[in-house]
């Protein structure tokens, strides 16, 4: 069974706006990461946060981590076109990730 | 950039044929990994590997086998395909020495008719 759920499961937003994306999870983890995937390509690798941090961020991006409650956002601040992907958590331990069913932003222009 | 590559990309075959999906990467990783995923879904593990000779099945029953005979190369093969094998196939590696970030391949989405 897959260990992160995303939601919302699709997100429509205007260029400039932020978008917060969830991820839920069921058992203990190492760490957690972020992916996006544009339409029909492989997942590139946003960010990871390890279990004993509670925030982090790179660029437009920030996550946060709550291990009491199994969960973490993703927020992209200052949205743009280009971000438009689907955005998945993936969790796991000893490098088995395993991933939810994505959350599909559209930005649009 | 990520060094690991998927032959072909897109592939339509009828049913009953052999298929073997390529992967390979350049990056000495140990780990690799094949993911399904239908259009728009998650995606589910069907197999890994922790290094040579070393081959396991993931979360979600598959008819697909995978070898692993050198660090680089991790093909998927399937005997006979079925309609019910259409979907996208996506490899991906992760080294011991990092974080366990994974790096993927563009994928190969497959079509049995």
């Known amino acids: 069974s897959q260990q992160g759920e995303e939601d919302p499961q699709a997100l429509s937003i205007q260029e400039g706006e932020n978008a917060t994306m969830n991820c839920s999870y069921k058992t203990s983890i190492n760490n957690l990461q972020w992916y996006r995937q544009n339409s029909g390509r492989g997942l590139v690798h946003l960010i990871l946060?390890?279990?004993?941090?509670r925030e982090k961020h790179s660029g437009r991006l920030r996550v946060t981590l709550d291990t009491s409650k199994k969960s973490s956002s993703l927020l992209i601040t200052a949205s743009r076109a280009a971000d438009t992907a689907s955005y998945f958590c993936?969790?796991?331990?000893?490098?088995?990730?395993?991933f939810g069913a994505g959350t599909r932003l559209t930005v649009k222009p | 950039e990520a060094d690991i590559y998927q032959t072909p990309r897109y592939l339509v075959i009828g049913t009953g044929k052999k298929i073997t999906l390529e992967c390979s990467q350049t990056?000495?990783?140990?780990?690799m990994y094949w993911y399904q995923q239908d259009p728009g879904m998650e995606l589910h593990l069907i197999h890994y590997s922790y290094g040579v000779n070393s081959t396991e099945k993931g979360d979600l029953s598959s008819e697909s086998t995978v070898s692993r005979i050198r660090t680089e190369h991790f093909p998927l093969t399937l005997e006979s395909a079925r309609p019910s094998h259409t979907s996208q196939y996506l490899c991906a590696s992760s080294g011991f020495a990092n974080t366990g970030e994974l790096f993927f391949g563009e994928g190969s989405r497959l079509t049995v008719l």
């Open positions: 946060i390890r279990s004993n941090e």
């Open positions: 993936a969790t796991g331990r000893n490098n088995d990730m395993r």
């Open positions: 990056m000495g990783h140990d780990k």
